[in-house]
């Protein structure tokens, strides 16, 4: 696998140490507070894993399976919902887990869906940002890395379901998405 990528962006040290930091964040923020974690699969997986490691207060985890109808390296902006939740989100204060935030279309449904479950409150934590490709505006609220606009994979990242094994992440050569 490591002979497709270009580089390693993040080592698995350096997506540790951030990964704790934010969890540091997060568990100072939501102290006291009714807290459900939901990783949104199948991309967040590490980073959900890790991170709730990171937040030792009292919190309940879900999923969601969603997926964008585009194949390949693009997202088509369409949304689908593979699998729900389990459990109701009402009045409960919701932190969504996503790996990246490129356009921002993923998580513009995200929340739209969400909000209409009236939870007390919705924040956003991504391990990265690619602020570069953005199509619509959206806020996150605890933020790991803000990466370049290259084509990362690894930590739950793939490329055509590949490469998310990876205790890091990578930059894909481009003879192998082209
Ligand atoms: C990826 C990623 C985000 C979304 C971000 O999911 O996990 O959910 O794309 O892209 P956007 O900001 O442009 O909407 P993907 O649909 O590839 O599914 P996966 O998590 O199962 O890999």
Known sequence: MQDDLLKVLLTEEEIQQRVAE???E???????KDLVAICILKGA???MADLTRHIPIPL????MAISSYGVGTKTSGVVRILQDLDASISHRHVLIVEDIVDTGLTLNYLIDNLESRRPASIKIATLLDKPARRAVN?????NGFTIPDE???GYGLDYNEL???LPYIGVLKPEVYK
């Open 151 to 153: 084509f990362v994979v």
């Open 163 to 165: 490469y998310r094994n």
């Open 22 to 24: 934010l969890g540091q």
């Open 60 to 63: 309940t985890i879900d999923f």
């Open 138 to 142: 959206v806020t996150t609220d605890y």
């Open 26 to 32: 997060i568990s100072r923020d939501y102290k006291g």
């Open 45 to 47: 997986m590490h980073f």
